[in-house]
């Protein structure tokens, strides 16, 4: 006889879906900061022109979310503490038409190592694993994500010192490191992005095989794959540019127009995949006057994008 599972506590299960319901969860503007110091090209693309579904935040990572957030505020108050001035909290920076952009932790003088130097500071919390390389090898080896990140935000506020903070969630131990500008890095970082926002088709992939270890926790893996289609909206379609002039501003090529937020994420009865976004399709035939293009599946069969989409 099979054990009868224990009850589970109704009160709990309550919190879950609340934790889980009621969220206005968006998706970033552009290439957010934080994306950066991301190795793959392509993923970065396919992020930016929202071809994956978006991730499910569940109650568990809400509270991982929280928690970061409640991290950063203990941080910046260590700082305090000893009699550091700190503001300017999700200062926002900007670059590649607005497209690229992030918010900062905040700023600081009265580090003690260089008391009249402003810092940008950079506040994080990873668990022991990371943490033991962070602290071993500095912040450019064990986490170059986080690295990039400030490189950026020095570069686009003009100052030439961060300061990064990492405390560890297993024992709360704390890393500390003061981390100069490189300028020619933090030039070709933000170039590297401007580029791929720039590129009217997603870059080749990184990972050679499905199976590669780098590519296993990608987000963009199913579409980048051709296991799941793209999002059908402005962003995937053929007709949209991202602009180099305003803040984050698309144009449609197809009703010659600028494309407003609302606007990207609804799409229209023109909709045209990008070709290259269906990986797996092979492309036979445009009928321009129709506004379709028709593609062999790997099974033979024949798919018309543009003829049910009206």
Avoid at 125 to 154: D, L, N, W
Avoid at 262 to 267: L, P, V
């Amino acid at each position: 006889m099979a054990p009868i599972p224990k009850p589970q506590s109704s009160t709990l299960l309550a919190i879950q879906t609340a934790l889980e319901t009621g969220h206005n969860d968006w998706e970033s503007v552009g290439v957010p900061a934080g994306d950066i110091g991301v190795e793959c090209d392509r993923a970065i693309w396919l992020a930016f022109r929202r071809a994956s579904t978006p991730e499910f935040i569940d109650w568990r990572k809400r509270r991982i979310f929280e928690r970061g957030n409640i991290e950063e505020e203990r941080l910046l108050e260590m700082l305090r503490l000893v009699g550091c001035e700190v503001w300017g909290e999700q200062d926002r920076v900007r670059a590649a038409g607005g497209h690229l952009r992030g918010k900062i932790d905040g700023r600081a003088i009265g580090i003690l190592e260089a008391p009249k130097t402003e810092h940008i500071v950079e506040c994080k919390s990873a668990k022991h694993e990371i943490f033991v390389k962070v602290k071993k090898h500095g912040v450019k080896v064990g986490k170059p994500e986080h690295y990039a990140t400030m490189q950026f935000y020095m570069h686009g506020l003009g100052v030439d010192r961060a300061f990064y903070m990492m405390s560890n969630k297993n024992d709360e131990d704390v890393h500390l490191e003061r981390v100069e500008y490189d300028v020619e890095f933090a030039i070709r970082a933000v170039a590297r992005i401007e580029r791929i926002i720039n590129m009217p088709e997603p870059p080749i992939r990184l990972c050679k095989k499905r199976d590669d270890f780098r590519g296993q926790f990608c987000r963009q893996a199913a579409v980048c794959w051709g296991e799941e289609m793209p999002r059908a909206h402005c962003r995937t379609c053929i007709h949209s540019t991202p602009l180099m002039t305003g803040n984050a501003a698309w144009d449609c090529a197809r009703w010659q127009q600028p494309l407003s937020l609302n606007e990207q994420a609804e799409g229209c009865p023109a909709h045209l995949f990008i070709p290259a976004t269906l990986a797996g399709l092979d492309m036979v035939a445009a009928n321009q006057a129709a506004e379709t293009i028709t593609y062999r599946r790997p099974d033979g069969e024949l798919w018309i994008d543009g003829a049910t989409t009206a």
